[in-house]
Each structure stands twice: as structure tokens, then as C-alpha cells.
């Protein structure tokens, strides 16, 4: 036995572990058969991963470079694209908060970072401001 069976949820749940080349979705199918990994073989660095509340159903989100890949327990999920690199994610309430490298920062010596908070229930941008290096988002 696995240990998994005995304190497994009864409501259907998923782990899910995200690596800088791939996602990985590991869910129990059957007392017999308790794990079945799901692989996706796009990942994200670290901090670029979480998981959302019940505004957009506890999906796990990864964001790659230029997008945002959305996870359910048996679907690989939707893409939404969006320009830069990301170097923070956070989910708040419905809302997505990102940071990522100011396109600016190329011309300059000094690092700024852009944060913009995404309404995703509403579908517009509720936030976006200029901040200097980002170190970490708490929520």
C-alpha cells in the first residue's frame, strides 16, 4: 500500500508538481490503482506556479514566457497569452497579480519591474504600476 489510500480526499483532488520542462499531475483512479500521473511537457521557473481559489475552480496555473497555462485534474486547460517574462505570480480573490521585467529596463542600468493585477472573473486589467526589483509577492 501506498499510504495515499487510507487519507485520500473523498472529494476528486490532484497534486499537481510543476519542473522547469513539465507538469505533472498525480490523482487517484481506483482503490487498485490509486495514482495516475498527467504530463504536460511545457514547465515554469520557480515562484511561477499556483494554484487558484474557487473563482476559477482551484485550477493550477503555470506561466511560461508569453502565457498563462491553466490546469485541471483532467485537462491540460486553457492558454492565455501574454507578453514578457514573468518573475512572480500570485492569486488574490479572483485576481491574478503579476510581476514582470519592464521591456524599459533594456535601455537603462536600473531594474523596474511592471505589477499588473488581472481581474479574471470581470476579464480587464484592475491594476498596473512600476515598482523597482520585486523580491516576492505575499497575499
Same mark, same amino acid.
Given at each position: 500500500?501506498?499510504?495515499?489510500?487510507?487519507?485520500?480526499?473523498?472529494?476528486?483532488?490532484?497534486?499537481?508538481?510543476? +519542473?522547469?520542462? #513539465?507538469?505533472?499531475?498525480?490523482?487517484?483512479?481506483?482503490?487498485?490503482?490509486?495514482?495516475?500521473?498527467?504530463?504536460?511537457?511545457?514547465?515554469?521557473?520557480?515562484?511561477?506556479?499556483?494554484?487558484?481559489?474557487?473563482?476559477?475552480?482551484?485550477?493550477?496555473?503555470?506561466?511560461?514566457?508569453?502565457?498563462?497555462?491553466?490546469?485541471?485534474?483532467?485537462?491540460?486547460?486553457?492558454?492565455?497569452?501574454?507578453?514578457?517574462?514573468?518573475?512572480?505570480? #500570485?492569486?488574490?480573490?479572483?485576481?491574478?497579480?503579476?510581476?514582470?521585467?519592464?521591456?524599459? +529596463?533594456?535601455?537603462?542600468?536600473?531594474?523596474?519591474?511592471?505589477? +499588473?493585477?488581472?481581474?479574471?472573473?470581470?476579464?480587464?486589467?484592475?491594476?498596473?504600476? +512600476?515598482?523597482?526589483?520585486?523580491?516576492?509577492?505575499?497575499?
Amino acid at each position: 500500500s501506498s499510504g495515499i489510500n487510507a487519507e485520500w480526499p473523498l472529494r476528486p483532488g490532484a497534486l499537481f508538481v510543476a +519542473t522547469e520542462t #513539465a507538469v505533472h499531475s498525480y490523482k487517484k483512479v481506483s482503490d487498485t490503482n490509486p495514482i495516475q500521473p498527467f504530463l504536460s511537457s511545457e514547465g515554469c521557473g520557480l515562484g511561477l506556479s499556483l494554484l487558484t481559489d474557487h473563482h476559477q475552480y482551484h485550477q493550477f496555473l503555470i506561466a511560461p514566457k508569453n502565457k498563462f497555462l491553466f490546469f485541471t485534474v483532467d485537462d491540460p486547460g486553457n492558454n492565455l497569452p501574454m507578453d514578457g517574462t514573468r518573475s512572480h505570480i #500570485a492569486w488574490y480573490r479572483g485576481c491574478l497579480v503579476s510581476v514582470s521585467f519592464a521591456r524599459r +529596463t533594456m535601455l537603462k542600468q536600473d531594474s523596474i519591474c511592471d505589477l +499588473t493585477i488581472y481581474d479574471m472573473s470581470n476579464k480587464f486589467i484592475g491594476f498596473t504600476g +512600476t515598482f523597482p526589483p520585486v523580491k516576492a509577492l505575499l497575499v
